[in-house]
């Protein structure tokens, strides 16, 4: 009884929390799993790497043979330290870029980030012929997101301990910079995935600003494959339901989300130009509602 009342306690906060607590959650959980039983696994003598079913390897056929695990890196930290500072880093600027634009585009851009690092690991590793290596993609899932916030709203400030008042694109880019030099120091590889999530985040908010993102198609593909899982559980068959709409009901409709995402790219551009601190109390209001509407 009071396993099944400890389990409806943590669905339903997993379900009413915002998405940056969601990852993080899922992220804490997966890694300490991954941890144990790593250290578990260190004490049999036997001919398996766990490894080989968690991460991208640098070897692009072990991604067909286990391609489950361009999903799965992104979720699992390589070590303590990687996992408590990218966890960090990623409540920081996760939750400022879910306040400015809403938590729906949280997830496709951590996502799309991280895959988008992956692949050009990939291409990299296979061009320059470096040694074999495992990707953790939870580093550029968390600096794609670091990167949108930079190119969201670069000059906004965040109170540091000892440095006062600093822009957060300066922030962004000491980080990145500190984190290449670490990288490059100690022979790994990972910062061959740091161009893909660079472009991933850039990308994403210029799509947004344009009025055609990529958290939409994103989002409609996590649905369906959650429908489709759930199908099973369910024991029911997924169905696939379209909606039409009467045409003029349709027209209205456009008309609105075109002067909508017009009054969208113009308060963008008063953050970009005097910050987001700057703006009057209607404009973050329609800037809360717009992100979650």
């Known amino acids: 009884m009071m396993n099944q009342s400890l389990k409806n306690d943590i ?27 790593s250290s578990i696994l260190k004490g049999f003598e036997y001919n398996f790497n766990i490894n080989d079913y968690l991460f991208v390897g640098s070897d692009l056929m ?19 330290y990687e996992m408590i ?23 496709p851009v951590y996502l799309f980030s991280g895959i ?6 990939l291409l990299l590793t296979n061009i320059l012929k470096v040694d074999y290596f495992y990707l953790s993609g939870l580093e550029s899932s968390v600096i794609g997101i670091m990167v949108s916030s930079a190119v969201l709203v670069p000059d906004y400030n965040l109170n540091l301990i000892l440095f006062g008042k600093i822009r957060i694109k300066f922030i962004v880019l000491a980080i990145i ?25 850039w990308y994403y908010i210029l799509g947004i600003r344009a009025g055609n993102g990529l958290n939409v198609p994103i989002n409609k593909a996590i649905n369906g494959t959650y429908g489709f899982i759930g199908s099973f559980f369910d024991g ?9 709409k009467d045409a003029s009901v349709f027209t209205g409709k456009e008309d609105e989300k075109k002067v909508d995402q017009n009054e969208l790219n113009r308060i963008l551009d008063k953050i970009r130009t005097v910050g987001y601190d700057n ?15």
């Open 11 to 37: 669905k339903q906060m997993f379900n009413t929390t915002h998405m940056v607590n969601k990852l993080i959650l899922v992220i804490l959980g997966a890694s300490v799993l991954y941890f144990l039983v």
């Open 85 to 107: 500072w990218l966890l960090l880093l990623l409540y920081w600027f996760g939750s400022i870029l879910g306040d400015i634009i809403g938590d729906d585009k949280i997830l």
């Open 177 to 201: 910079v500190i984190d290449l030099l670490f990288l490059y120091s100690s022979s790994r590889y990972q910062y061959l995935a740091f161009p893909g999530a660079i472009l991933a985040g």
């Open 236 to 244: 029911r068959k997924g169905n696939l339901k379209i909606k039409h």
């Open 116 to 121: 988008l690092g992956s692949v050009f690991f």
């Open 62 to 80: 072990d991604l067909l043979k286990h391609p489950w695990v361009l999903i799965t890196h992104l979720f699992i930290a390589r070590s303590l």
């Open 279 to 293: 703006l009057s109390e209607s404009e973050k209001q329609f800037l809360f509602k717009s992100g979650r509407g």
